[in-house]
C-alpha cells in the first residue's frame, strides 16, 4: 500500500485544512479523521499492539486534536479507534489463549465461534459484556486490563507472554481494518439511522421550533414533512444567520416555515410544541456545545415546559466534561456585531460575539442518535462503551 | 362640506379611471404571481378576511382624496399591492393583528393637521420610537392642532373639540397603533377637555388646555423621571456590573445620573434585530464616560455571568403584573431569573392600564417583515438570504414589536410614587387614578 512518507504528506495535508478550517462539519471531519487513521493502521509497520496504539494516539492522534481543539468530533473518532484496536486485541487474545489452552483447531475469525468458546473459557479474568453498536458482537470491559497490569490472575499469563509477538500481527491487522471499516460504513449511515425515527417524534399541525442550521435537523424534518404536515418555527441566530438557510432548504421542501428573530423566542414559546435542535457536540455530562443562542431557546422551553430534542449522531458524543462552561467555547470577530465603519466607538467599548453556547443537561429531554432515543442520562454508559477511560488525555 | 358636492362628478370619472388602472396592473401582476396566492388552502381564510379588511379601510379613504393626482395613486397602489402580498403571507399564529399600512400622506383626510401628518409619518417610519418619546411628541402636536382650532357657530368648545380630534387620533392610529401610555394621556386630555367652562372665552379655554397638556407632561413623564432616577440611584452601588436590554429612555437618565453622581459600575447593552435601538443609549454612555460592552441577544446567556442587576424599561404595565415590553425583554428577564439575578423595571405610572394579558399573542403589535431581510447592522440595507421570500411560498417571516413578561421575573419596579412589587400595579391605578377611568 501507500509507503510512509505518502502516509506522512496524507496527515499533514489533514492537519493542515483542520487547522484553517477547510474542513467544516463534525460529520466530515469525522469521516476523514476516521480514513486517515484507517491509512495509518494499514500502512505503519507495528509488531505489537502497543506500539499501534502509541502511533494512533500520539503521533497522529495528538497532532490532530491539536490542530482544532474546537472540533471535539476528532478526539472522539481518536478514541474510538484506540478502543476498537483494545477490543480486537483483547478478543483475539481471548481465543487465542482458549486455541492454545484447549488445542482446538477453530477458525477464531468468526464472531459466532469467539462468542462461544469466550463463555465456556477457562480465563475467567475476561468479563463479556454486549456492545451496542455494530461491529464484533463481543466487548470487553476496560478492568480486563487493568487486571493483566496488576499482574496475572491466570497461570497462563507467562505463556501468552512468550506467544504473543510471535502471533499477532498476521491476525489483527486485517481484524482492526474491517472493524475500522464498520466504524466509518457506521459514520456514512448516522444520517439515514436518524431520519427512520422522524416518524415516530412528530405528528400532524404540530408546531415546532428549531434554532440554527443543522443538517441532521433538516433531513429529520424532511423527512417527516414526506408524510406528515407541520409548521416550523426558524429562530434566525444573528449574527451568524444560519437560521436564514435553514429556513430557505425547508421551505423549498414544501415544510411552512416562518422567520423570527431571536427576540421573539420567549413570545412565541406557549405555542410552539417542541423544540427540535442540532449541536456541535455532546459532552460527558449530558450537556451540549451548540450554536450560540440554544441555551436561550433551551432555557424558554423549560420555563414553558416544552420538551427540547436533540438529534445528533454519536461520533459528537465526547468523553470530557465540562467543568468550566467557557472551556469549550469560541470568541469569533465582532465585525457582524458592530462593524468598522460605525466609527470611532470601537476603540472604547468591549464586543462580546461568542460562537458557542453551554446548554445544560437539565434542560435536554431527549437525545436522538443513530442507536436510537436516549435520554440524558444515558449518555454515560455509551461512553463507557464506546470511549477507554485512559485516552481523555489527547 | 362643500368641496365634496362640487366634484362629486369627476370624483366618478376619477374612480373610473382608477379602477381602470387597477384592473390592467392586476392583470399583468397576476401572471407573474400566480403561485403566490394559490398555494395557500390553509392560512386561506386567514388571508381572505385579512385582504378584506385592508381594501374596506381602504375604499373608505379614497372618495374623500379628491387631491390625489395620478403619480400618487400609482404610489399608493404599488404600496397597496405589496402590503396585499405582505397580508397574505401573514402567519396563522397571528392573523388577529393585522400589519400597518403606514402612513400614506397622499390619501390623508382633508381635515388631517399637518403637524399631525409630519407625526404620523414619522411614527410609521419608526423616526421617533419609544413610549415616552412618542408620547410626547403626539402631546405636543396636539397642542398645535388646539392653538389652530376654531369652534364653529352653534356649538361649544367642550363639546366639538373631542369631535375634531378624533379623526386626527384616527390618523395616527393608522400610522402605527397607538402606545397604551399614548391612549391614557389621550383619555386625560379629552377629560379636561370636557371640563372647561363653556361661559370661557376660545382663548383663554385653549391657553388652559395648552397649559394642562403641559403641565401632564410634565408630571406624568419628565418630573416622574427625575424621581425614578433619584429612587433608582439608591439601588446602584460601586463596582455593580448593570445590564439593560435595548433603549429606555428612562434608564439611560438613570446610568448618565448614577455616573454624574461618581458611582463607578459597568454596563453591559444587549441589542436584537431588527430595530438595533441599542446602539443609540451605547453611543449615548459611551460619550459620557462609561465602561460599556456591547452584544447580541444571542450572548445574553454568556454575558450573564458577571451581571449583578438587570434594568428594563417598559412601554406598559398589565394590571396583573405583567410587563408589556420591547421584544426580547421577557428572554433578558427570565434569563437573568435563572441565575437569580434582580430584574428591576423602571416605570412611570402613567403607563399603568387596566388590561390583563396572559401571554404574547393576545395583544401585539407586527412591524414590516422586510425588516428582517436586511441583515447588516450600519445604516446601508444589505439584503441576505432571503430577498426573495414573497416568491417562497411556504416561507414566512414574523417581525414582532413587543413582548409580555410574566410577573414571577420581575424583581421590582420603580415608580416615581415609589418602588413597588409588580403586583401593586392595579393598587396604585385604584388609589391614584380613579378620576380617569
Not at chain 2, 404620523?120 to 396636539?142: D, P, V
Request: charged letters at 25%; glycine letters at 6%; aromatic letters at 6%.
Amino acid at each position: 500500500m501507500t509507503g510512509p512518507r505518502d502516509l506522512n504528506a496524507q496527515i499533514e495535508s489533514l492537519v493542515n485544512r483542520l487547522r484553517r478550517r477547510q474542513v467544516v462539519g463534525s460529520w466530515c471531519v469525522s469521516i476523514e479523521t476516521a480514513m486517515l487513521l484507517r491509512q495509518v493502521v494499514s500502512a505503519t509497520r507495528w509488531n505489537q499492539v502497543e506500539t499501534l496504539i502509541k502511533v494512533v494516539k500520539e503521533d497522529v492522534g495528538r497532532r490532530l486534536v491539536m490542530a482544532q481543539p474546537r472540533e471535539l468530533a476528532v478526539g472522539n473518532i481518536v478514541c474510538r479507534v484506540l478502543r476498537l484496536i483494545r477490543e480486537v486485541y483483547n478478543s483475539e487474545d481471548a481465543t487465542f489463549d482458549d486455541n492454545s489452552a484447549e488445542d482446538n483447531d477453530k477458525d477464531s475469525n468468526t464472531d459466532d465461534d469467539e462468542k462461544d468458546e469466550e463463555i465456556k473459557s477457562k480465563s475467567s479474568q475476561k468479563i463479556r459484556t454486549f456492545s451496542f453498536y455494530g461491529g464484533s458482537g463481543t466487548g470487553t470491559n476496560t478492568q480486563s486490563s487493568m487486571i493483566n497490569l496488576l499482574g496475572d490472575g491466570s497461570p497462563m499469563g507467562a505463556k501468552r507472554a512468550s506467544v504473543d509477538d510471535y502471533r499477532k500481527p498476521p491476525n489483527l491487522k486485517p481484524l482492526i481494518i474491517s472493524e475500522l471499516q464498520e466504524m466509518i460504513n457506521e459514520l456514512e449511515n448516522t444520517y439515514v439511522n436518524i431520519i427512520d425515527q422522524a416518524m415516530e417524534h412528530i405528528h400532524s399541525n404540530e408546531i415546532i421550533m428549531t434554532v440554527g442550521k443543522s443538517r441532521t435537523v433538516e433531513m429529520f424534518l424532511k423527512t417527516a414533512a414526506k408524510k406528515r404536515k407541520f409548521s416550523v418555527l426558524v429562530a434566525e441566530t444573528f449574527p451568524t444567520y444560519l437560521g436564514h438557510e435553514m429556513a430557505l432548504s425547508l421551505s423549498e421542501a414544501g415544510i411552512d416555515t416562518t422567520v423570527i428573530s431571536d427576540s421573539a423566542i420567549f413570545a412565541v414559546m406557549s405555542r410552539v410544541n417542541k423544540v427540535i435542535m442540532g449541536t456541535h457536540a455532546v459532552l460527558a455530562n449530558g450537556g451540549l456545545i451548540s450554536v450560540s443562542g440554544a441555551q436561550m431557546v433551551a432555557t424558554a422551553a423549560k420555563h414553558h415546559s416544552k420538551p427540547v430534542v436533540v438529534c445528533t449522531g454519536l461520533y459528537k458524543l465526547s468523553p470530557l466534561y465540562p467543568y468550566d462552561e467557557d472551556s469549550f467555547n469560541d470568541l469569533v470577530a465582532p465585525d457582524p456585531v458592530f462593524s468598522f465603519n460605525e466609527g470611532d466607538l470601537i476603540d472604547k467599548v468591549t464586543l462580546l460575539n461568542p460562537y458557542y453556547d453551554y446548554v445544560s443537561p437539565e434542560l435536554v429531554s431527549l437525545f436522538i442518535t443513530n442507536t436510537g432515543g436516549h435520554p440524558p442520562s444515558y449518555l454515560y454508559r455509551l461512553i463507557n462503551e464506546n470511549y477507554d477511560p485512559d485516552d481523555t488525555d489527547i | 362640506m362643500d368641496p365634496v358636492k362640487k366634484t362629486a362628478k369627476e370624483l366618478k370619472a376619477e374612480r373610473r379611471a382608477l379602477q381602470e388602472r387597477q384592473r390592467a396592473e392586476k392583470a399583468a401582476r397576476a401572471a407573474g404571481n400566480a403561485a403566490v396566492p394559490a398555494k395557500k388552502p390553509a392560512s386561506g381564510s386567514g388571508a381572505s378576511t385579512t385582504v378584506g379588511s385592508t381594501s374596506a379601510t381602504s375604499t373608505t379613504a379614497t372618495p374623500l382624496s379628491e387631491t390625489a393626482g395620478s403619480t400618487k395613486t400609482t404610489d399608493s397602489k404599488q404600496r397597496h399591492s405589496l402590503t396585499k402580498e405582505i397580508n397574505s403571507k401573514q402567519v396563522d399564529m397571528f392573523s388577529h393583528l393585522e400589519i400597518t399600512k403606514g402612513a400614506n400622506t397622499g390619501l390623508a383626510p382633508k381635515e388631517i393637521h399637518p403637524a399631525i401628518l409630519v407625526l404620523g409619518l414619522q411614527f410609521s417610519e419608526f423616526k421617533i420610537c419609544g413610549a415616552n418619546a412618542r408620547c410626547i411628541a403626539a402631546l405636543t402636536a396636539f397642542q398645535k392642532v388646539i392653538q389652530d382650532y376654531k369652534t364653529p357657530e352653534g356649538t361649544t368648545l367642550s363639546r366639538h373639540l373631542p369631535t375634531h380630534l378624533s379623526p386626527q387620533i384616527t390618523y395616527l392610529v393608522n400610522a402605527r397603533p397607538m402606545s397604551v401610555g399614548m391612549g391614557n394621556a389621550i383619555r386625560h386630555l379629552k377629560w379636561e377637555i370636557s371640563t372647561i367652562d363653556i361661559e370661557m372665552s376660545d382663548d383663554e379655554a385653549k391657553k388652559l388646555l395648552c397649559e394642562k397638556i403641559d403641565n401632564f407632561i410634565r408630571d406624568s413623564i419628565t418630573v416622574a423621571d427625575r424621581v425614578i432616577v433619584e429612587y433608582g440611584l439608591q439601588k446602584i452601588q460601586d463596582g455593580d456590573v448593570i445590564l439593560t436590554y435595548a433603549r429606555s429612555s428612562v434608564v439611560q437618565q438613570l446610568l448618565l445620573e448614577a455616573h454624574t453622581k461618581g458611582i463607578k459600575f459597568k454596563v453591559i447593552i444587549i441589542d436584537s434585530r431588527p430595530r438595533l435601538e441599542g446602539k443609540k443609549l451605547l453611543n449615548c454612555l459611551v460619550n459620557a464616560g462609561i465602561n460599556c460592552t456591547y452584544a447580541f441577544l444571542h450572548a445574553v446567556g454568556f454575558a450573564m455571568r458577571d451581571v449583578s442587576k438587570v434594568f428594563l424599561g417598559a412601554h406598559a404595565f398589565m394590571s396583573n403584573g405583567a410587563l408589556y415590553s420591547r421584544v426580547g425583554t421577557a428572554m433578558v428577564a427570565m434569563m437573568a431569573k435563572e441565575k437569580n439575578i434582580p430584574v428591576i423595571i423602571c416605570c412611570e405610572t402613567y403607563k399603568f392600564t387596566d388590561k390583563v394579558q396572559l401571554d404574547s399573542f393576545v395583544m401585539n403589535e407586527q412591524g414590516n417583515p422586510n425588516d428582517i431581510v436586511n441583515i447588516s447592522t450600519t445604516l446601508a440595507p444589505k439584503p441576505g438570504l432571503l430577498s426573495e421570500w414573497l416568491n417562497k411560498p411556504d416561507l414566512k417571516l414574523l417581525n414582532l414589536l413587543y413582548d409580555l413578561t410574566p410577573s414571577k421575573y420581575i424583581t421590582t419596579v420603580i415608580t416615581e410614587v415609589g418602588m413597588i412589587p409588580c403586583t401593586s400595579v392595579p393598587v396604585i391605578l385604584r388609589e391614584y387614578k380613579p378620576m380617569v377611568q
